[in-house]
């Protein structure tokens, strides 16, 4: 009986491709393009781990700490320590995604590009 792949480049945990047919285009029998896949998978789940330890360190200190975020900046003021730190976690995760677009633009759709037009010559 055939197994039936979800999609053309179905990769295994050490990132090689499992099927790969005779009829397959070029790109995807490339050894370059399935290190590229694995290259960007791996920075992906990255982002996603550094993105994921931000938020869970956030909400733990809401859950054990709520006092200090409660807490008042200065004893005049009405700002709490929660403002900044909401807005700093805002401003973590628009850098983290902008620094994600960055990289897949300025690198991995790159090597792509070359890689396809190469395929095509």
Avoid at 19 to 26: M, R, V
Wanted: with cysteine; net charge positive.
């Amino acid at each position: 009986m055939r197994q039936i792949v979800a999609s053309p480049v179905e990769m295994d945990g050490k990132g090689d491709a499992q099927h790969y047919s005779g009829s397959a285009p070029f790109i995807l029998r490339d050894i370059r393009f399935r290190q590229l896949v694995s290259r960007r998978r791996r920075f992906a789940w990255s982002i996603a781990g550094a993105m994921l330890v931000a938020y869970f360190a956030f909400i733990l200190l809401v859950a054990y700490a709520p006092m200090k975020l409660g807490s008042r900046i200065k004893t005049d003021h009405v700002t709490t320590w929660g403002i900044p730190v909401g807005l700093g976690m805002l401003l973590y995760t628009f850098l983290l995604v902008a620094f994600y677009v960055w990289r897949v633009n300025t690198v991995y759709d790159v090597l792509f590009k070359t890689l396809c037009n190469e395929g095509q010559k």
